[in-house]
């Protein structure tokens, strides 16, 4: 049998534990419902749901039975046929009557047959009144508006009324009385109506006929008048189109103009406008500047001379530059008062073209504007010319409509034609509308599974105890290290489950074992593995059962096991083996005798200590630092020591001897502990710092179809195979 994987998820480890062990630290959430476990259940609950399916089944069939045979319902149901009015317009244009707009109607009349007026109508009927149905109603109008139905049928022409109940040789007279009724009403309701329409119609018609006129005369003057408008329309329309070419233009200038005078104020401003050559020019024209530039050049060359002459301090020379300097400041200020006046002239003149620019613009824009204005009024005249004649001819068009609607309401009203009748009355029903087996059935059938499905799983929830690895990882967050059978699912008669090696060491029970152990050595290393704990929450679980087969199925892969009772309370290795005395680890615990002595071996590489005297403080002796002492020294002389314990619900005897051993093995019996006790002895052994190293669930019960019954079977049948092979012959060689 191997041990698969239950855990959803990988434990998580933390040093915490004594003596530098790790300790498990459990996630505090466990997995919810998944679709296996789901099946599970329904497997597990299988006959409980069929027997609620067949009990619901069976209660259905004895109600439908009994109600078809002493209160059967019965539908008695009638057609009407609606049609729109054949009229001479619908004739002519042969056009067929659109879906939307039938449906609408038959909806229409639909509704028109469960009026208080149609129904009383129906009431009154002769025929009605001598059914049993209406004497036994205290109220029929109010019964027959609540058990009537009417409603259109898809894809045709037909209205269906329907009457349901118990007597069904009265329902067919109620049924057609209600559809004569309606008949009668509606061509009552089309006579009124038609009448009152043609009035309507005539008074449209006289309003329209004068709206006409006064459109006509309208539009005569309109007609009269628009080729001089389309004329004039044309002729502004390309005054427009000029003035705005002008107006571009201008508006060109105006900023050409604009960016002039900009440009003459920037250089006024730096100073350098003087400069430019428009000034030069000014200069070069003036004869006064001229003149003086011409004197100022024969003075200086007079002065160059004499002072050649008679020296740079003669009197003559020293005039002469006295009158040199008085010249070039009379042409300095001829120059000055020059410049000025071509400054001014050139700013005042860019000023005034900019203005001039500006005035035409403004004038050009507010021909432009009366331009466009009067082209928006022709526009409008022609618009409304052509929105009179549009007017006219949709006046002429309603008056032939209510001309044609007036013909076809003359017609109707001379020909009586109806646009309601009855399609096909209502007769006695043969069969029983309900109840029906074929909806009774199946919908029992489905409230059985329903029923079933929902006791299943509230069982289910109500049953906490653990049954199934998956409720080991679902529930308890804890590794598994393997499942051992229940002995009732054993091929083989085992008297002593306990001893089970010895006795059938071929078995499943055995071969369980030798997977958790298998498990239990690999699952890390071996020096954190030497020294384990096998603990459960209560009595009766199978700590004993695990920790004997486990020792053995370690010592016959050559490993030295030591198993120890610390069952104080209730020792049960002494029973099974042959011990002197009463002597145990009791004993060397308290110093009377060493633990050596006490040991037995039972087979090779197996020994046991048994438990000894009961003494008076077994908690206080197992957490003893004496204790810890024995169980170093084992260490050293075993390979694997295996310690046999109280329950540690009950005692807490377990709970101080699981923070000196490498590890604990939780027992898990199925079916007889909950979920809530094994996480209290979790919980217990974690808060001391335990080191968990899985559980082991004993006693599983495999169910017929499930994964464990497949794989007993699998086991006894590759095991009886082995066993039927033909012995090698001995001159075989081994390859």
């Known amino acids: 049998m191997s041990v698969v994987s239950t855990r959803d998820r990988v434990p998580q480890i933390t040093a915490g534990g004594p003596m530098g062990r790790p300790g498990f630290m459990a996630p505090s959430g466990g997995a919810g419902l998944t679709p296996a476990d789901i099946m599970k259940i329904v497997r597990k609950r299988k006959w409980l749901i ?14 439908t039975l009994v109600w078809s045979m002493f209160w059967p319902f019965y539908t008695a149901w009638a057609l009407l046929n609606v049609e729109m009015p054949k009229t001479v317009a619908l004739a002519v244009s042969q056009q067929l ?10 909806m229409s009349h639909a509704k028109l047959v469960l009026t208080t007026p149609v129904l009383q109508e129906a009431i009154k009927s002769p025929s009605v009144r001598r059914t049993a149905w209406f004497a036994q109603q205290r109220d029929p109008l109010a019964k027959l508006t609540d058990d009537l139905k009417v409603a259109p049928v898809a894809e045709s022409t037909f209205i269906r009324i329907a009457l349901t109940g118990t007597d069904k040789n009265d329902l067919p007279e109620v ?37 006409l006129s006064d459109t006509r005369t309208q539009s005569a003057i309109a007609k009269r008048d628009f080729p001089n408008l389309q004329s004039n329309y044309n002729v502004q329309d390309i005054k427009l189109q000029d003035l705005t070419r002008q107006l571009m233009n201008l508006e060109l200038l105006q900023a050409q103009a604009r960016a002039d005078l900009a440009v003459i104020e920037a250089q006024e401003k730096a100073g350098t406008l003087g400069t430019t050559r428009e000034v030069q020019r000014v200069l070069d024209m003036d004869t006064n500047v001229h003149q003086l530039e011409f004197n100022l050049s024969q003075l200086v060359t007079q002065k160059d001379r004499l002072a050649e002459k008679l020296g740079p301090q003669h009197r003559q020379v020293l005039d002469l530059e006295a009158t040199i300097e008085i010249t070039g400041k009379e042409l300095e200020s001829r120059r000055n008062e020059l410049i000025s006046t071509a400054v001014r002239g050139l700013k005042s003149g860019a000023q005034a073209n900019l203005e001039n620019i500006t005035k035409q613009v403004m004038d050009v824009r507010e021909k432009y504007n009366e331009a466009l204005n009067t082209l928006r009024d022709l526009q409008a005249n022609l618009s409304t010319v052509q929105a009179l004649a549009a007017k006219e001819e949709t006046l002429n068009e309603n008056i032939k409509r209510i001309d044609g609607r007036l013909l076809d309401l003359n017609l109707l009203s001379k020909g009586g034609e109806r646009t309601i009748s009855i ?24 409230l059985g599974l329903m029923i079933g499905l929902g006791l299943a799983f509230l069982l289910e929830m109500m049953d906490t105890s653990i049954k199934s690895p998956s409720d080991i990882s679902r529930r308890v967050d804890l590794p598994m290290l393997g499942m051992v059978p229940h002995a009732e699912d054993l091929d083989d008669e085992i008297g002593d489950l306990r001893l089970a090696f010895r006795t059938h060491p071929a078995s499943l029970f055995c071969e369980a074992f030798r997977h958790i152990h298998t498990c239990l050595l690999f699952s890390g290393p071996a020096s954190q593995r030497r020294t384990v704990l096998i603990a459960s929450a209560t009595p009766l679980d199978g700590r004993t059962t695990v920790a004997l087969n486990l020792a053995t199925a370690a010592a016959r892969t050559g490993r030295r096991v030591l198993v120890v009772d610390t069952n104080f309370r209730q020792p049960m290795i002494s029973q099974l083996f042959a011990q002197p005395a009463q002597e145990g680890i009791s004993s060397a615990l308290v110093g009377r005798k060493s633990w050596r002595d006490l040991v037995v071996e039972v087979e090779s590489n197996l020994f046991v200590l048994p438990a000894g005297t009961l003494p008076p ?46 590890g604990v093995v939780l027992v898990v019996r199925a079916g007889a502990n909950t979920h809530g006790i094994v996480l209290r002895a979790r919980d217990m052994l974690l808060r001391v710092g335990a080191h968990i190293l899985g559980v082991v669930l004993n006693c599983v019960i495999a169910t017929p179809g499930g994964y464990l019954r497949k794989n007993y079977e699998a086991f006894y049948d590759y095991h009886e195979k082995t066993q039927q092979l033909p012995a090698p012959a001995a001159s075989a060689t081994t390859k």
């Not at 069929?50 to 109600?63: E, H, N, P």
């Open 617 to 662: 403080n077994p908690a206080e002796l197992l957490a003893s630092d004496q204790m810890r002492t024995v169980i170093a020294e084992m260490s050293a002389e075993y390979d694997q020591i295996l310690f046999d314990s109280a329950p540690c619900l009950v005692v807490t005897d377990a709970v101080g001897l699981s923070t000196m051993v490498d």
């Open 97 to 106: 009557v659109p879906k939307d707009v039938m449906d609408r109607e038959k």
């Open 423 to 446: 399609a096909a009355r209502a007769t006695i029903p043969k069969d029983m509308s309900f109840p029906q087996w074929q909806i009774m059935m199946p919908a029992g059938i489905i």
């Open 50 to 63: 069929t027997l609620s399916v067949l009990i619901a089944a069976a209660i259905a069939a004895v109600v």
């Open 175 to 211: 049924v057609n009385a209600v559809a004569e009724a309606y008949v009668a009403y509606s061509a009552q309701n089309m006579e009124t109506g038609n009448s009152q329409d043609a009035t309507r119609l005539e008074d449209e018609k006289r309003r329209l006929e004068t709206e």
